[in-house]
């Protein structure tokens, strides 16, 4: 029989049992998480405790960041793949020339600002070796910040994507000083020694850079001159001896100066110090040929979005800035292009004929459509575009030859040129960044509800020519119709309406906004739109397959 102590202690057992499995479970549930830190909430909440108005939203999106970093490192040990695998994977999943915002590492980081950069092309992908030489980086600075001065052993195109400054540049013993805002081009030499100031009391300043490195292949450092947190004045670095006789002062004045300070390299501004760096900027230059410097030279930062587009219709805008144009690109054999496409519209498919391109969203959505024919010699990718499966299958293959021929010919067929291709779709959004090797045709889509701004680097852009395969400019019109009637399946008059069909030229209506009229005109000539669909895969085909 129980007795009255019994009957207390099981009930006390059971509430003691069920509280150790709750804690177990817990705890099981943080270890399956791979001990993530508190959730996106409460990094949300302390972003928002913590963080002055104007750094709240950076942080939110580090946090969200940090959250999606963390949920595929969890898929990944789930999986039981590990980093290796996931490279692989990504190697396997046909994307080689696509990197969202998650593939920038930050390499410098402060309270007023960061500097991130993508890894060397050559290590995503053997594709990219080509422009293994050429680095991505972005800058962010919060309002009235200062970059202290530094150089680096890179040449650096810059494009200001967002606000307003001052930046300044030592080179050749000329200091020249230049007010710099939204859409202005400017040039930082390797070895350059260079600082900027945001100026803007509002908005951050960013800008995306292109860094062509010369020291080490796809390799880059900063040398900063004065102390910071991260890392040291290179000046510190020599020996106490060299320092004394370099300057001929004491080793404790020059500590004080060159040490380590808690400042960084990237740091608040007061208001004064913003208007005396404002006051000292202009325009132009301050060497010692201003205002009118030599013929030929550069004398300030290129104004892109003042000048005239070189094409532009209500379905977009193309702006470019070459080294006729301005001057400073001379010694770079780079082309600057800032392309915005109206919300529902998209750019003529094109290729380019010596440039490999390197693309960066500054804003809105979209997606980008990239013709390779590398890829279409492996497996299928799940993250290649239904619509533009690989054409192996017409032709690769003839079904007559017997197994043993297949055996004998099958490294010179994969030789041949134009058997088969792959289309990579690569979703764009703000922060994305993808390359377009030379010849490969692509094709970028605005999304219904916003326009499209994407920022080009065209490496080796001298004697480049950007060759559209279809709208008023389309190459193939030039074909004769002899020509014409040997290549496709048709007629020359046939493959003249298809040809003669688009009107626009650069910039056209998307497949959301063309789509109606398509069907209506499908329905119209339904017996004569299926030789217009075998003319136009012909055309494609043709203009891809000798790349």
């Known amino acids: 029989m129980a007795t009255a102590r019994d009957r207390t202690t099981v009930p006390f057992l059971l509430l003691f049992f069920a509280t150790t499995l709750c804690a177990a479970a817990v705890a099981a549930s943080r270890e399956d998480h791979g001990g993530r830190e508190p959730s996106l909430r409460q990094c949300v909440r302390r972003c928002e405790e913590d963080r002055p108005r104007y750094q709240r939203a950076q942080c939110v999106q580090e946090c969200r960041e940090r959250e999606q970093q963390e949920q595929g490192r969890h898929e990944r040990d789930r999986s039981g793949e590990g980093p290796g695998d996931e490279r692989e994977h990504e190697e396997g999943g046909r994307r080689p020339y696509v990197f969202d915002r998650r593939s920038f590492r930050r390499i410098v980081r402060s309270e007023q600002g960061s500097v991130k950069a993508l890894p060397p092309f050559h290590e995503a992908s053997k594709l990219l070796r080509g422009i293994r030489n050429y680095r991505v980086v972005v800058l962010e600075a919060n309002p009235r910040s200062f970059i202290v001065p530094s150089h680096t052993d890179a040449h650096c195109i810059c494009y ?3 606000g307003e400054g001052v930046v300044t540049t030592i080179e050749n013993g000329e200091r020249r000083s230049y007010t710099i805002r939204e859409g202005y081009i400017f040039v930082a030499p390797a070895g350059a020694v260079t600082y900027l100031a945001n ?3 509002r908005r951050k300043l960013v800008i995306a850079k292109i860094l062509h490195t010369i020291s080490e292949t796809g390799k880059f450092q900063f040398f900063f001159g004065p102390g910071g947190k991260n890392p040291e004045s290179v000046l510190s670095s020599f020996s106490k001896s060299v320092q ?3 300057f001929k002062t004491s080793s404790d004045r020059l500590e004080r100066l060159f040490g380590r300070q808690d400042k960084g390299i990237i740091v608040r501004a007061t208001e004064e110090q913003i208007r005396e760096l404002r006051r000292h900027a202009s325009e132009g230059s301050h060497g010692p040929h201003w205002p009118l410097p030599p013929f030929g030279e550069s004398h300030g930062p290129y104004k892109l979005l003042e000048q005239q587009p070189r094409i532009a219709n209500q379905h977009g805008q193309l702006y470019e800035a070459d080294a006729r144009r301005f001057p400073d690109l001379t010694d770079h ?18 290729y380019n004929t010596r440039s ?13 459509e990239i013709v390779c024919p590398h890829l ?8 290649s575009h239904g619509g533009g499966r690989s054409e192996r299958g017409k032709g690769w293959r003839r079904e007559e030859e017997s197994e043993e021929e297949e055996d004998k010919g099958q490294q010179r067929e994969q ?13 764009l959004s703000r922060g994305t960044a993808f390359v377009v090797p030379v010849g490969h045709p692509v094709v970028e889509v605005a999304s219904r509800d916003s326009n499209l701004q994407i920022l080009c680097f065209e490496v080796r852009a001298e004697k480049n020519e950007k060759v559209y395969l279809a709208g008023a400019n389309n190459v193939l019109k030039q074909l004769d119709d002899t020509a014409k009637a040997l290549a ?13 069909a688009q009107r626009g030229q650069g910039f056209l209506p998307g497949p959301d906004e063309s789509g109606g009229q398509e069907r209506e005109q499908e329905d119209e000539h339904e017996g004569r739109h299926g030789r217009r669909e075998v003319v136009a895969e012909t055309l494609l085909r043709m203009a891809t397959g000798g790349l």
């Open 244 to 246: 004394r006789a370099a």
């Open 199 to 201: 100026t803007d009391g």
């Open 333 to 350: 054999d780079v082309r600057v292009s800032l392309v915005n496409i109206t919300a529902g519209s998209m750019s003529a498919p094109f």
């Open 415 to 427: 030789e041949e040129a134009g058997q088969g291709y792959q289309t990579i779709l690569a979703r």
């Open 356 to 368: 490999i391109k390197i693309a960066y969203v500054l804003e809105g959505e979209g997606h980008a």
């Open 160 to 162: 200001v994507a967002q």
């Open 376 to 383: 279409a010699h492996g497996s299928e990718s799940e993250h």
């Open 488 to 500: 496709f399946a048709a007629s020359a008059r046939e493959v003249d309406e298809v040809l003669d």
